[in-house]
């Protein structure tokens, strides 16, 4: 049974940093792109950053670039996204997301597997 649990979110002022962190388990992790996408409230969901299996390649974003940065450690099974510089407009609930790569890429659509999602807050 594939499973992420993502964790790191909370409640931050404007201009602050979170880290998220998504453990993975129950599949070659080595073996799937990862994502973060996240879900304002009344929004679509809408991607945010992916990585290659990897981790050679990422794409964000332009909303967020510059600002997160997407990371994987293949041997923790776990792949992070630094949110630097946070603002009002970034509260949401994030999510990450694996999808299976045969092929070195990072895809902004097609995902799998998904996790439940953690909470992010940026106070004005």
């Known amino acids: 049974q594939v499973q992420l649990v993502e964790s790191g979110g909370g409640l931050v002022q404007a201009g602050g940093s979170l880290r998220l962190s998504c453990a993975a388990s129950?599949?070659?992790?080595?073996?799937?792109?990862m994502a973060w996408f996240r879900q304002a409230p009344g929004k679509e969901r809408e991607f945010v950053a992916t990585?290659?299996?990897?981790?050679?390649?990422?794409y964000y974003a332009r909303s967020v670039k510059g600002r997160f940065t997407i990371s994987r450690d293949n041997a923790k099974n776990t792949v992070y996204l630094q949110m630097n510089s946070l603002k009002p407009e970034d509260t949401a609930v994030y999510s990450c997301?694996?999808?299976?790569?045969?092929?070195?890429?990072?895809?902004?659509?097609?995902?799998?597997?998904w996790g439940q999602g953690t909470q992010v807050t940026v106070s004005s």
């Open positions: 997301a694996a999808k299976w790569a045969p092929e070195v890429g990072v895809p902004t659509q097609g995902y799998e597997y």
């Open positions: 129950g599949l070659p992790f080595s073996t799937y792109a």
């Open positions: 990585i290659s299996r990897s981790a050679g390649l990422t």
